[in-house]
């Protein structure tokens, strides 16, 4: 049987998974408000930091935004591509870029603990159609 938190983070996550962009801890918060009117921000806020410190969420601090994370292997440092014009998230794994950064910055005697990576431009739809339209 599910504790009462872990409901809400599964909602929470289904709620992101049904998105093909990020959405705002207040859209994910109306969205349930839907079938739980009395729902208030810090129970969003808290579901969000569970599914955070899980890795089944990202959050995509361009846009103070949270995506579900797309990957089977959730302890990973995502590069996440965001669509300007669509608002299409993708995420992908480099680990030899995130190493190279990490060796980088530490040549300078800083200690990396997390990496964020967020790469704004046009996924492969977007950028096609922008090429037809020229």
Known sequence: MMKR???LQAEVLAVLRDQNGALSAYDILEELQKDKPRLAPPTIYRALAALTE???VHRLESLNAFVACQCDHHR???I???CNSCGAVEEHVSHDLLNSL???TRKTGFAPMRHVIEVHGLCAACADEKILEH
């Open 5 to 7: 938190g872990e409901k």
């Open 102 to 104: 990490s060796q980088v």
């Open 54 to 56: 899980r890795g089944q």
């Open 80 to 82: 996440l591509s965001i």
């Open 76 to 78: 990973h440092a995502s």
